[in-house]
């Protein structure tokens, strides 16, 4: 499983945009890339998922460039609300049973502010 | 609601004392996965279940210990336990083609939280 390095920690202020970034230079051909947010005492819940080129939903864009050894998660105008833990996740666990180590980065802490 | 329920929710106990953490996966999905959560850190993978068969472990220690039944619900038995055992356990399921998360995607329950006293 690729491995993921993020950054420990972002501030923003409400309303702004913000964009995560996550490495993961050994990620495998069948890999593909999710993004979980965590609020405290919480499980981790899926925001969003991608392979490559650019996936948009209702509360995120993924942006995944050619080489895919990285990928943005972007939160439009975030809110208060948005404070919490963001992971991103590189594998394929659609093969069932594939015995799948899907082990978390260190994650990165987004503070939203007034 | 994720689907994924873990009983119990909280749990206190004392040191030398062995507990069960249960988890019941989303409808359709086939593995189960542990994770420990301690408090401030990151999410440690302990092992992954399919079918009922164990296929991948994690740094879980060897007083731990898990199964998964034919109803494909799982238990997480924590053994001699320890004051650093406390902490939050997550459960996840994937595998199941329903939903609109779909089969690669990990869903997570509210996690029992056990402090070791």
């Known amino acids: 499983l690729a491995k993921t390095t993020q950054p420990i920690s972002m501030d923003s202020y409400e309303g702004q945009e913000v964009n995560i970034t996550c490495s993961h230079n050994?990620?495998?051909?069948?890999?593909?890339i999710t993004w979980y947010q965590q609020f405290p005492s919480q499980g981790p819940r899926f925001i969003i998922q991608g392979y490559k080129t650019k996936v948009t939903n209702e509360v995120a864009s993924l942006f995944i460039p050619a080489d895919r050894k990285s990928s943005t998660l972007s939160l439009p105008r975030v809110s208060l609300s948005d404070t919490a833990v963001y992971y991103c996740?590189?594998?394929?666990?659609?093969?069932?049973?594939?015995?799948?180590?899907?082990?978390f980065g260190t994650g990165t802490q987004l503070k939203v502010e007034l | 609601d994720s689907g994924v329920t873990q009983t119990p929710k909280h749990l206190i106990t004392a040191t030398g004392q062995r507990v069960t953490l249960r988890c019941s996966p989303r409808s359709g999905d086939l593995s189960v996965y542990w994770y420990q959560q301690s408090l401030d850190q990151g999410l440690q993978f302990l092992i992954q279940?399919?079918?009922?068969?164990?296929?991948a472990k994690g740094n879980i220690l060897e007083r731990f210990s898990a199964q998964q039944f034919p109803d494909l619900h799982s238990e997480l038995n924590l053994s001699s336990l320890e004051l650093g055992d406390s902490a939050l356990y997550f459960c996840?399921?994937?595998?199941?083609?329903?939903?609109?998360?779909?089969?690669?995607?990990?869903?997570f329950g509210a996690g029992s939280r056990l402090t070791v006293l």
């Open positions: 996740l590189v594998g394929d666990i659609r093969l069932t049973g594939g015995g799948n180590k899907l082990t």
């Open positions: 279940y399919y079918n009922g068969e164990e296929r």
């Open positions: 050994n990620i495998a051909t069948n890999d593909y």
């Open positions: 996840a399921s994937s595998g199941g083609t329903g939903g609109p998360t779909g089969a690669n995607v990990l869903t």
